[in-house]
C-alpha cells in the first residue's frame, strides 16, 4: 500500500511562502491510477482541500487559494510539493498530502500531516 | 462552491448502540460522497466513497447511503474505537467538506 510522508518548515514568516512535499512510498507517483493532493485543518477545525496533480502536472487548485497556491510533481524524486505564497496566520494549519483515484478527488490515504504555524 | 452541512455536531450514544450521522449538500452531488473518521492527532481515513461502497478493511458496522443531497453514515453496534469526528466530503465538484460531527460516548 502507498504511504505519504510531509515534509517541511514548521515556522513560516508572514507573507513569506510555505513549501512543503510529500513523498510517496510503496508505489510510483507515476502511476496513471492517482490524483496527488493536499489538504489543509486549521488547529481544532475543519478540512479544506487545496489542491492535487497528476503525475502528468495537471493541477486542479480551490479557486479560493488558486492565486497563491502551486503544485508540482517530480517524479524523479517520487515527490509532490506544496507551494503557498503571502501566508498570513490564516495559514496555520496541520498540511495532509493524500492520494485518491478520482477526479474531483476523494482521498483513500492521508500522510500523518504537518503542523505549519505562521507567525515572526 | 457546495456547502456541506453535518447534523447533529455532537452526538452521544452509548456503546454497542447504533448511531446515525447526517449530511447536507446546499445542491445535488450525486452519489459523488465520501465519509472520513478522524481520531485526535490523526489523519482522516476514508470510510465510505461513493455514498455506499465501503473502502478498503472497514468494517461491515459501517453502512453509507444516500443521493443527491441528503446523506447518512450509520454505525451499527458502536464500539470504543469508533469515537471520534466523522466528516462527509462531496466530490461532485472541486471538493468540499463538512464541518463534522463529534460522537462522543454516552
Known amino acids: 500500500q502507498l504511504q505519504l510522508q510531509e515534509s517541511g518548515p514548521g515556522l513560516v514568516r508572514p507573507s513569506e511562502t510555505l513549501s512543503l512535499t510529500c513523498t510517496v512510498s510503496?508505489?510510483?507517483?507515476?502511476?496513471?491510477?492517482?490524483?496527488w493532493g493536499w489538504i489543509r485543518q486549521p488547529p481544532g477545525k475543519g478540512l479544506e482541500w487545496i489542491g492535487s496533480?497528476?503525475?502528468?502536472?495537471?493541477?486542479f487548485y480551490n479557486p479560493s487559494l488558486k492565486s497563491r497556491v502551486t503544485i508540482s510533481v517530480d517524479t524523479s524524486k517520487n515527490q509532490f510539493s506544496l507551494k503557498l505564497s503571502s501566508v498570513t496566520a490564516a495559514d496555520t494549519a496541520v498540511y495532509y498530502c493524500?492520494?485518491?483515484?478520482?477526479?474531483?478527488?476523494?482521498?483513500?490515504?492521508w500522510g500523518q500531516g504537518t503542523l505549519v504555524t505562521v507567525s515572526s | 462552491e457546495i456547502v456541506m452541512t453535518q447534523f447533529p455536531a455532537t452526538l452521544s450514544v452509548s456503546p454497542g448502540e447504533r448511531a446515525t450521522l447526517s449530511c447536507r449538500a446546499s445542491?445535488?452531488?450525486?452519489?459523488?460522497l465520501a465519509w472520513y473518521q478522524q481520531k485526535p492527532g490523526q489523519a482522516p481515513r476514508l470510510l465510505i466513497y461513493d455514498a455506499s461502497t465501503r473502502a478498503t478493511g472497514i468494517p461491515a458496522r459501517f453502512s453509507g447511503s444516500g443521493s443527491g443531497t441528503e446523506f447518512t453514515l450509520t454505525i451499527s453496534s458502536l464500539q470504543s474505537e469508533d469515537f471520534a469526528v466523522y466528516y462527509c466530503?462531496?466530490?461532485?465538484?472541486?471538493?468540499?467538506f463538512g464541518q463534522g460531527t463529534k460522537l462522543e460516548i454516552k
Open positions: 466530503q462531496q466530490y461532485n465538484n472541486w471538493p468540499t
Open positions: 445542491q445535488s452531488v450525486v452519489g459523488n
Open positions: 510503496g508505489g510510483s507517483i507515476s502511476s496513471t491510477t492517482y490524483y
Open positions: 493524500a492520494y485518491g483515484r478520482s477526479l474531483p478527488p476523494h482521498f483513500d490515504s
Open positions: 496533480v497528476y503525475y502528468s502536472g495537471t493541477t
